[in-house]
């Protein structure tokens, strides 16, 4: 069975890009373009995954799904953004992400992320850890 996902982003081009690299491998049951719209349209279309921008107007992608965890929605997050930064992926990952895609890898990458956080493994963009720079203290 295909996975039902739900898909933010503020920018129209980007969502419709990213619809039609669904399209076949997902359901694509809703595209919203800010944060306020994915909460309503996932507590009412109910989707296995939600794919959401980080930044996004009226509420960040985060803050989305930080309400939609404390709902205790049984969403599984993918967050989808510019930003190669590891904190920025850490964020993600403790507002209730379980994926962190790279919008410049997400053709590559964004159904590989989405088949492991259905099989509950976290997914992360190796981007990261090709951006992370030597003097950055989360090297170690």
Do not use: N
Not at 30 to 53: F, H
Not at 101 to 112: F, P
Request: net charge negative.
């Amino acid at each position: 069975m295909k996975p039902r996902v739900l898909l933010a982003d503020d920018h129209d081009l980007v969502r419709e890009a990213l619809g039609q690299l669904l399209t076949g491998a997902t359901e694509l049951v809703g595209q919203v373009s800010d944060g306020r719209q994915l909460v309503e349209s996932a507590r009412q279309l109910q989707p296995d995954i939600v794919v959401t921008d980080m930044a996004m107007p009226i509420m960040s992608g985060l803050d989305a799904i930080r309400q939609l965890t404390a709902e205790r929605s049984t969403a599984r997050f993918i967050v989808l953004t510019v930003d190669p930064d590891a904190r920025l992926a850490a964020a993600a990952m403790r507002a209730g992400a379980s994926g962190y895609v790279v919008k410049q890898a997400a053709a590559d990458e964004l159904l590989d992320a989405i088949e492991a956080v259905m099989a509950d493994r976290l997914y992360v963009s190796p981007l990261i850890i090709a951006a992370r720079q030597p003097d950055d203290p989360a090297t170690g």
